[in-house]
T-cell receptor, first 110, second 114 residues
Framework: EDQVTQSPEALRLQEGESSSLNCSYTVSGLRGLFWYRQDPGKGPEFLFTLYSAGEEKEKERLKATLTKKESFLHITAPKPEDSATYLC???????????WGAGTKLIIKP | EPEVTQTPSHQVTQMGQEVILRCVPISNHLYFYWYRQILGQKVEFLVSFYNNEISEKSEIFDDQFSVERPDGSNFTLKIRSTKLEDSAMYFC????????????FGPGTRLTVL
C-alpha cells in the first residue's frame, strides 16, 4: 500500500535556527514527490516537485532533496513568516491522485 | 498570476440536503481534482477528471458524490444527501497540460453539516 509518513509532527525553532523536515514514503513506482505549504484555513500552496533520487530544488530559504525512500525539506535561517504546516505528497505512475502525509507544523519564534 | 478559485468559502447545510461546491480551475489546465481535509486530519483524494470524464476516484467517492464540468470554466462537486461525516474542507485543484505536472489548489470550501 502506498504510504507517506512525515516527521516530526511539530517543530519549534528560534528565528535563524536551521533544521530539516522528513518525509518517508513507500510507493509502487514513484512519478513525483511534492512539497506544499499550508497556512491555517487555506489550501495547500505548491513549493517543489522532485522526480528522481538525487534531485534537489531550492527556493529562498527552502531546499528539498530526494532519495529512493525519503525526502528532506531543509530550512535555512528561518523567519517567523515561514511558520506553517509543510505537507509532503507522492504520486505513483499508475495514479493521478496525490497521497499525502499528515504534515509537519513548523513554528518559528522571533 | 493564475489561480484556482472556489465558491462558497463556507457552506452550512442540514443533514440530508444536497450541496454543490464550485471551482474555477486555472484556464489552460486539463486535469481537475477534488480533495477533502477533515479538521486535524490528512488531505484525502476524492476524484480526478480529464477530458470530460472521471479518470480516477477513491473509495470515499461513492454514489452520493458526482462531478461535472458544465461549461468551459467551472468544475463542480455535488453531494446528493449530506451526512454529518461529510463536514470538512473541500479543495479543488488543477494541473496541466500533463498529469505529471504539479497540482495547484484553491482556497477551499468549508462544509459544515448540521
Amino acid at each position: 500500500e502506498d504510504q507517506v509518513t512525515q516527521s516530526p509532527e511539530a517543530l519549534r525553532l528560534q528565528e535563524g535556527e536551521s533544521s530539516s523536515l522528513n518525509c518517508s514514503y513507500t510507493v509502487s513506482g514513484l512519478r513525483g514527490l511534492f512539497w506544499y505549504r499550508q497556512d491555517p484555513g487555506k489550501g495547500p500552496e505548491f513549493l517543489f516537485t522532485l522526480y528522481s533520487a538525487g534531485e534537489e530544488k531550492e527556493k529562498e530559504r527552502l531546499k528539498a532533496t530526494l532519495t529512493k525512500k525519503e525526502s528532506f525539506l531543509h530550512i535555512t535561517a528561518p523567519k517567523p513568516e515561514d511558520s506553517a504546516t509543510y505537507l509532503c505528497a507522492v504520486q505513483a505512475h499508475s495514479n493521478y491522485q496525490l497521497i499525502w502525509g499528515a504534515g509537519t507544523k513548523l513554528i518559528i519564534k522571533p | 498570476e493564475p489561480e484556482v478559485t472556489q465558491t462558497p468559502s463556507h457552506q452550512v447545510t442540514q443533514m440530508g440536503q444536497e450541496v454543490i461546491l464550485r471551482c474555477v480551475p486555472i484556464s489552460n489546465h486539463l486535469y481537475f481534482y477534488w480533495y477533502r481535509q477533515i479538521l486535524g486530519q490528512k488531505v484525502e483524494f476524492l476524484v480526478s477528471f480529464y477530458n470530460n470524464e472521471i479518470s480516477e476516484k477513491s473509495e470515499i467517492f461513492d454514489d452520493q458524490f458526482s462531478v461535472e464540468r458544465p461549461d468551459g470554466s467551472n468544475f463542480t462537486l455535488k453531494i446528493r444527501s449530506t451526512k454529518l461525516e461529510d463536514s470538512a474542507m473541500y479543495f479543488c485543484a488543477s494541473s496541466g497540460p500533463s498529469s505529471y505536472n504539479e497540482q495547484f489548489f484553491g482556497p477551499g470550501t468549508r462544509l459544515t453539516v448540521l
